[in-house]
């Protein structure tokens, strides 16, 4: 993880917002010798990482199961 200092962060911040965007780095901001705040990336991952991850695993049977368990459980809310 990067550290810059608050100065150079203003000074740089369209150069760090892209090293976090496109490079998916972290940058911890640092004022007077104290970390003062964490800039990375909202996302870290994409849809096909996450379809990836799913393939992985098994089928689980009983999940179908289990949402409607929870669904009866649920109480819709009347709104105004």
Known sequence: MT?????DA???FADLLDAV???GERIT????????ALLEPVLSGRGSDVKTMLRR???????RADVAEVRELMTVEERS
Do not use: L, M, P, Q
């Open 3 to 7: 550290e810059i200092s608050a100065t």
């Open 10 to 12: 203003a000074r740089n």
């Open 21 to 23: 965007e496109h490079r």
């Open 29 to 36: 901001i640092v004022r007077r010798g104290k970390a003062v």
């Open 57 to 63: 695993h098994g089928v689980d049977s009983k999940w």
